[in-house]
């Protein structure tokens, strides 16, 4: 096995892919490749067996998804590419997505699950697929069945590979890939990768490169993280609107600059909202007297500028909002990470003005996953955001 250390091209564009997944790429919204996509991507067009190692969320789905398509665009109308999955929520979200980026494309992508009738499915596959997606036990009644047949398959994708054997999938995976040509691309995605896991990767990929995402920073795993777009004049008005929600109890506010943080405050205070600001400009006894404060839970908001982030240690907060979107991206996850560990479910949340946007794209490329973005409305600047 060989780890790839391939510097990431940034663009769809340069990764690649007919034009047709480009345009659905655009369709779909996206601005760059994530990080599992722009390893996995050229690896899995070469033909290379891949191991990635990525949790949901990180878009591994298009990763082995788009360079399939690329592949199987213009050939006969057989059954070519297999992905098996653990659950049938999966598998259902697996041909969604292949669906919407196989949009122009005449490709026909189906999906078996247990726990409906057979008759449709096998109507389905009886018409004619290019890409079958399904659970191990329902795929075996319809290969007994003589529904599908694997003699043109040139891709088998195995993923969530390590919750199909926590599942107990292990002899089914066997008893559907004896049936597999020997000759094909193996891909296997897993969240992580346990000895089961490893034997699995070592019986069916040849040669396989590992490509791994989320490891060198990744952000504290109990924190939920959501991009609110906002324009710049509307943060002060989204901060109150948040802070009437239940559960805002502690919530530590960022913003750029002191003079931004003394105006957030004064914001907060015309709405009786007991708010306090820690920045340079304030003595000694000031800010240890803000975060005494806060730390008793006299106010409910400290606003502090991203100076004094790192001096901070507070337990229990609930929330950390950034009013403003961190310069760097190691200053987002090392802040975030703050309410990690401090509180079990510490929720973060970022403003991100369209001036922002960009800066927010960074942060996610070095997190190696998309924040969600969440539209309030009557706030949100449109559809200019991000997603
Ligand atoms: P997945 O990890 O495959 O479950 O994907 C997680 C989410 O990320 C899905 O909702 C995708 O639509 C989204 N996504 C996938 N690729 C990208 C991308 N390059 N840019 C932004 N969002 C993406």
Same mark, same amino acid.
């Given at each position: 096995?060989?780890?790839?250390t391939?510097?990431?091209p940034?663009t ?11 345009e659905?790429v655009?369709?779909a919204g996206?601005?760059h490749?994530t990080p599992i996509q722009a390893?996995a *991507?050229p690896l899995?067009l070469?033909g290379r ?7 949901t969320? +990180?878009?591994?789905t &298009? @990763? ?6 690329h592949?199987?665009?213009g050939?006969p109308?057989?059954l $070519?590419a297999?992905v098996?999955?653990?659950t ?5 979200q697996?041909?969604e997505?292949?669906?919407g980026?196989a949009?122009h494309?005449?490709l026909?992508v189906v999906?078996v699950?247990g ?5 449709p ?7 004619g697929?290019?890409?079958?997606i399904?659970?191990?036990?329902r795929l *075996?009644?319809?290969m ?6 694997f003699?043109?398959?040139e891709?088998l994708v195995l993923?969530?590979?390590d919750?199909?054997?926590d599942?107990?999938?292990?002899p089914?995976?066997n008893r559907i890939?004896a049936?597999?040509?020997r000759?094909?691309q +193996?891909l ?7 000895p089961e896991?490893?034997?699995?990767a070592?019986k069916y990929?040849r040669r396989? +490169? ?5 490891? $060198? +920073?990744?952000? &504290?795993?109990?924190?939920s993280?959501?991009v609110?777009?906002?324009?710049r004049?509307?943060?002060g008005?989204?901060?109150v609107?948040l802070l009437?929600?239940e559960g ?8 750029r600059t002191k003079h931004g943080?003394?105006k957030?405050v004064r914001?907060?205070?015309r709405e009786?909202?007991e708010a ?6 304030k ?11 806060f730390?008793r839970?006299?106010i ?6 991203? *100076?004094?982030q790192?001096?901070l240690? *507070? ?6 909002i950034?009013y403003?979107v961190?310069?760097q991206?190691?200053?987002y996850?090392h802040?975030i ?5 401090a509180a &079990?479910?510490?929720? &973060?949340f970022?403003f991100? @003005? ?8 960074l942060i996610e490329?070095v997190l190696?996953?998309p ?6 409305p009557g706030y ?5 955001? @991000?997603?």
């Open positions: 096995m060989s780890t790839s391939i510097e990431a940034t769809f564009e340069a990764l690649g892919l007919a034009p047709a997944l480009l659905a655009r369709d996206y601005a490749p390893q *991507i899995v070469k067996d891949v191991i990635g190692l990525a949790q969320g +990180t878009g591994k &298009a @990763a082995f998804t788009l360079p399939i398509i592949r199987l665009l050939g109308r057989r $070519r297999l098996l999955t653990p049938r929520e999966l598998t259902a697996v041909k997505s292949f669906a980026y949009r494309t005449e026909r999906d699950f726990g409906v009738a057979l008759g499915q096998e109507q389905a596959l009886r018409r697929v290019d890409v079958v399904a659970t191990p036990g *075996i009644d319809h007994e069945r003589q529904n599908v047949v003699d043109d398959l891709v993923d969530e590979a919750r199909m054997l599942m107990g999938f292990a089914q995976i890939v049936e597999i040509p000759y094909r +193996t296997l995605f897993s969240a992580t990768m346990p896991v490893e034997a699995l070592r990929l396989p +490169t590992v490509v791994q995402v989320g490891r $060198r +920073t990744e952000a &504290a795993s109990t924190v993280h959501a609110y777009p906002v324009p004049e509307r943060k008005a989204l901060l609107e009437k929600r805002m109890d502690s919530v530590l506010v960022f913003t943080a003394d957030v914001t907060l205070q009786g909202i306090l600001a820690m920045h340079a400009d003595t000694q006894a000031q800010r240890t007297e803000a975060l005494e404060k730390k839970g006299e409910r908001v400290l606003v502090a500028t991203d *100076i004094a790192r001096g240690d *507070i337990a229990g907060i609930s929330h950390v950034n403003d961190p310069g991206p190691e200053d996850v802040r990470g703050r309410t990690g560990r &079990a479910t510490g929720d &973060a970022t991100m @003005a369209p001036d922002e946007i960009a800066m927010v794209r490329r190696g996953q924040i969600p973005r969440i539209s309030v949100d600047f449109g559809t200019v955001a @991000a997603d």
